[in-house]
């Protein structure tokens, strides 16, 4: 099944779509999502704005399918891997090598897979760390591992909960030039939504929303948002 749908999805630009899209938790009786719309159409980096407990997290869950809107559509038409502020609460294996396995989801040859390994991790920075004990890692090169670990299952569209929230600045810096690039690849550029409260790392995007009051602001350009 997640084969198929990466097969089906590998060449196509992701569609993300929500109309008038409102949310709120069960027993709650205020919206935390209200009337959101966004659309992304474009290959990109993408960001979300938002102070702590503003729902940002509660908009990806709903980008991805977690949770249902009670209000409004979402159409969401893209391969989409997540990226979240722990990494010790995604990397399972012991080793970088086996955690990238467990995210091919193809049955391609030995030499293929080997040849896989050595391209994503020469794309996040972490060339030669094949056999790599995931202890051994710091926090910068365990989350550029799980955005390896995206692209060698074929995801168009990455979504990034916070993901430099736990870094220093050096990793934080890193990590999001990395996405960066990948979002700029000439060849097969892809597509990112990376959830921040950062303003600093706002300058980076292509597009910045801001989520305020349940309220998400449309695309705007990120220099509008430097002086905040
Ligand atoms: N599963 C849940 N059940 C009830 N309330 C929740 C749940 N998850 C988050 N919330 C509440 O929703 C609000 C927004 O949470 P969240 O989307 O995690 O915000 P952010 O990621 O911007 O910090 C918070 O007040 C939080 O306590
Ligand atoms: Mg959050």
């Not at 084969?3 to 089906?8: E, P, R, V």
């Not at 086996?98 to 989801?105: F, G, K, Q």
């Not at 080997?114 to 910068?140: A, M, N």
Request: aromatic content about 8%.
């Amino acid at each position: 099944m997640i084969a198929l749908m990466s097969d089906s999805f590998e060449n196509e630009i992701p569609h993300i779509n929500f109309k008038d899209v409102s949310f709120s938790y069960p027993g709650k009786k205020e919206n935390l999502i209200f009337k959101c719309n966004l659309s992304i159409k474009k290959t990109g980096l993408w960001m979300v704005i938002g102070k702590n407990g503003s729902g940002k997290s509660t908009l990806l869950k709903l980008i991805n399918g977690i949770i249902k809107p009670n209000n409004g559509i979402v159409n969401s038409k893209a391969n989409i891997g997540m990226v979240f502020q722990n990494p010790d609460h995604q990397i399972l294996m012991p080793n970088c090598r086996s955690e990238l396995m467990i995210n091919i989801n193809q049955n391609i040859s030995d030499y293929e897979i080997r040849k896989r390994i050595e391209y994503v991790l020469d794309q996040v920075g972490l060339t030669g760390f094949e056999k790599r004990p995931i202890y051994t890692l710091s926090g910068g090169q365990k989350q550029r591992l799980t955005i390896a670990c995206a692209l060698i299952s074929n995801r168009n569209f990455i979504l990034l909960d916070e993901p430099t929230a736990l870094l220093d600045k050096t990793s934080q810096l890193k990590v999001l030039k990395i996405i960066k690039n990948l979002t700029n690849d000439h060849k097969k550029p892809l597509s990112a939504l990376w959830i921040t409260h950062r303003y600093e790392e706002l300058t980076y995007a292509d597009a910045v929303a801001e989520l305020k009051n349940g309220f998400l602001s449309s695309w705007q350009e990120p220099s509008k948002f430097q002086y905040n």
